[in-house]
């Protein structure tokens, strides 16, 4: 049972463009949330989707935007990438109604030059 | 508005003996509280929770929690530290019940366990 894919593992981008990750959830769950982990620091949640909808956002502005298909799988996109944009990004899958935690992936490493 | 804090950047420990990590949360409402693990180029993986009973919660890999009401924390314990528990420890608060509620990270305490 595969867990959460999420693609591509390494990504290096320069300043102003734009970038689009990806995400498969969990046999199972239909909830995806996307986090951003600073070097050093913990996740930062980013938003939520379920229902093909952005349920929730946390404190990051537009250029930060996402998508989740019909098979609930995600994208996140960046716009205008700036050297700050650059993180390990999280994907999270889980049923909402649960009170269990999420299954996280593996991340993928944005780096902006 | 709820937050957890992990008082400790590092900690440091010899194989064979016991490990505390530590968290305190500040959260409106009841705390629905979890401990992940990151190995290095991977990502969260989840160890264990508390959202009501008994303050002593067991998880993964023989790692425990205690929650206290009173001093607002919830340390992550374990007897007897083993080197490949080496790895990044974050605790985590959830503005609610569910997963659909937003969860909050500390910033992460580096476990290093020294044979």
């Known amino acids: 049972d595969a867990g959460v894919t999420q693609s591509p593992t390494h990504l290096i981008k320069t300043r102003g463009q734009q970038v689009t990750l990806r995400c498969s959830p969990k046999?199972?769950?239909?909830?995806v949330s996307w986090y951003q982990q600073a070097l050093g620091q913990g996740p930062q949640f980013i938003f939520q989707?379920?229902?093909?909808?952005?349920?929730q956002r946390g404190n990051f502005p537009d250029r930060f935007s996402g998508h989740q298909f019909p098979n609930y799988s995600s994208e996140l996109n960046v716009n205008a990438l700036l050297l700050g944009d650059s993180a390990l990004y999280l994907c999270?899958?889980?049923?909402?109604?649960?009170?269990?935690?999420?299954?996280f992936g593996s991340g993928t490493r944005l780096t902006v030059v | 508005a709820q937050s957890v804090a992990q008082p400790e950047d590092q900690v440091n420990v010899a194989e064979g003996n016991p490990l505390t990590v530590k968290c305190t949360y500040s959260?409106?409402?009841?705390?629905?509280l979890f401990w992940y693990v990151q190995y290095p180029n991977r990502g969260l993986q989840f160890l264990l929770k508390?959202?009501?009973?008994?303050?002593l919660v067991k998880g993964s890999y023989g790692f425990e929690a205690e929650f206290n009401k009173s001093q607002t924390s919830f340390h992550l314990k374990k007897p007897s530290a083993l080197v490949s528990d080496s790895a990044l420890y974050f605790c985590?608060?959830?503005?609610?019940?569910?997963?659909?509620?937003?969860?909050?990270f500390g910033s992460g305490t580096k476990l290093n366990v020294k044979p």
């Open positions: 999270a899958s889980s049923t909402p109604r649960s009170s269990y935690g999420y299954t």
């Open positions: 046999s199972g769950h239909d909830t």
């Open positions: 989707y379920y229902e093909e909808e952005e349920r």
């Open positions: 959260v409106s409402g009841n705390p629905y």
């Open positions: 508390y959202i009501t009973g008994d303050n």
């Open positions: 985590a608060v959830r503005d609610g019940a569910y997963n659909f509620n937003k969860f909050y």
